[in-house]
């Protein structure tokens, strides 16, 4: 599976965002599909996941209630919906591919795309 992850800009605080995640691969349904951050002198850390299905989603504490995760199995994309976005909430996000179970672990993941950049002002 290859990831292409888009849609990152600079916005203010309070702003949203889309981030989408375009899926090559027969595959792309089959998978656990997660999105994660990483900010300058941070780890990567875990920011929501869905089933194949769509039916189960999970969410970092620290994004539950303003970001959103969805799939279109049809069009191999992920999404992720970005709602009151906060400065802290700055880092390159990645969107990854897990074939196993629902995962919040990076190691889970074996599939990555390229990253693309959030920024939000204060």
């Known amino acids: 599976v290859q990831l292409q992850a888009s849609g990152g800009g600079l916005v203010q605080a309070g702003s949203s965002l889309r981030l989408s995640c375009a899926a090559s691969g027969r595959t792309f349904s089959s998978y656990v599909m997660g999105w994660f951050r990483q900010a300058p002198g941070k780890e990567r850390e875990f920011v929501a996941s869905?089933?194949?299905?769509?039916?189960?989603?999970t969410y970092a504490d620290s994004v539950k209630g303003r970001f959103t995760i969805s799939r279109d199995n049809a069009e191999n994309t992920v999404s992720l919906r970005m709602n009151s976005l906060k400065p802290e909430d700055t880092a390159v996000y990645y969107c990854a591919a897990n074939p196993w179970a629902a995962s919040t672990e990076v190691g889970s993941y074996n599939y990555w795309g390229q990253g693309t950049q959030v920024t939000v002002s204060s």
């Open positions: 869905i089933h194949w299905s769509g039916r189960s989603t």
